[in-house]
């Protein structure tokens, strides 16, 4: 199943780790990257809402299904609120939602 990054290169690396296999790396970058986004730019900022479905790409891809659908589920009502329910990132987490609840 192939899962949909919201903005490339959100996060400045991960996208690389989860590429090369390096998945609990990518969980500890992503992780870091919302805690640092949620501090410096607030929790509905469109780049914190992007780190946030990139964790859960990452969440997703170690079989951490539960905790992957509450982010996405959690960033596309965002996501949906903040850019509109058409933008391409609503979008993107509403399909990776869509196929998180189908694995």
């Known amino acids: 199943m192939r899962l949909l ?3 490339g290169g ?5 996208g690389i780790y989860r590429a090369v296999g390096r998945y609990d790396e990518a969980i500890r970058l992503d992780d870091q990257t919302v805690a640092d986004r949620v501090a410096l730019l607030g929790p509905h900022h469109p780049n914190t809402l992007a780190s946030r479905s990139d964790l859960a790409l990452g969440y997703s ?3 951490r299904h539960d905790e992957g659908i ?3 589920e959690d960033a596309a009502a965002e996501m949906a609120r903040v850019l ?8 993107a987490a509403r ?3 869509d196929r998180e609840h189908g694995a």
Request: charged letters at 5%; glycine letters at 16%; zero cysteines.
């Open 95 to 97: 399909t990776n939602l």
């Open 84 to 91: 509109g329910p058409d933008h391409p990132a609503t979008l």
């Open 61 to 63: 891809a170690v079989g």
């Open 70 to 72: 509450a982010l996405w």
């Open 5 to 7: 990054s919201p903005i």
């Open 10 to 14: 959100s996060t400045g690396g991960s």
